[in-house]
Structure formats: C-alpha cells, structure tokens
C-alpha cells in the first residue's frame, strides 16, 4: 500500500511537471512565432505567458474531444488548419494579444517548425 501511495504521488509529480514544462515549451514557441510573424503580435511577458496557457489549454481540449493533434505535423493538413485557428482564437481569450488570419497561417508553419526543432517529448 506504502508503495502505490508514493508511485501515485511521483506520477502527480511527474503530470506538474509535464504540464509546466509543455507550458514553457508552449511560450518560448509563441514568443518566436509571434517575432517571425508579421501581423502577429504580444504585448507583454504576461500577455504570452497567459497566451501560452489558453493555447495549451484549447490544443489539450481539441485533442480530448476529436483525438485530433492540433499541430502542423500532428495530423496533416487538418492539424495545421487547427493549430491556425487555436493560434487566431487566442485573441479572443487574451488581452494585448493580436493576430489576423494571414499571420495565424504564416504562425501554424512557424510554430510547427519551431516546436518540431525544440528537442524533448512534449506530449502529456
């Protein structure tokens, strides 16, 4: 019993950090893809740490709901659209956060590609 109480606990552990670490993965990707994207801009550092949650929470959403990856490389054309409209949504749900639709598809390639080259597991 002593044992699966402390396999529980490192694997709650291991969820936070999981979850931390997707979340800072997911704001150093945004603050890139928002450099490199015209159209697309953040204001603040709390603006794109507060984007970086919402976008981690609409893709975690997107993906337990339709089992689709909303990434570029996740599925194809579809999960490229979806990371697009995750991307243009945003805006919605965040404050000093602004995208048009032709730097939320320019931001989807950059993302994909910046997320693709920053090296770990990211899955939760």
């Not at 402390?6 to 928002?34: D, F, K, P, Y």
Request: proline residues 2%; aromatic residues 14%; hydrophobic residues 55%.
């Amino acid at each position: 019993m002593n044992n699966d109480s402390h396999a529980q606990e490192r694997n709650g552990t291991s969820v936070i950090w999981q979850m931390l670490s997707r979340l800072m993965t997911a704001a150093i990707v945004l603050a890139v893809t928002a450099f490199f994207t015209p159209g697309f801009a953040i204001q603040s550092i709390w603006t794109l740490a507060i984007a970086a949650v919402v976008l981690t929470v609409l893709d975690y959403l997107i993906v337990k709901f339709t089992g689709l990856d909303a990434s570029p490389f996740g599925k194809g054309f579809v999960g490229f659209i979806l990371s697009a409209v995750i991307l243009y949504v945003t805006q919605y749900f965040v404050a000093g956060y602004t995208i048009s639709w032709l730097a939320a598809i320019i931001g989807a390639l950059i993302y994909g590609i910046v997320d693709y080259l920053i090296p770990g597991n990211q899955e939760m």
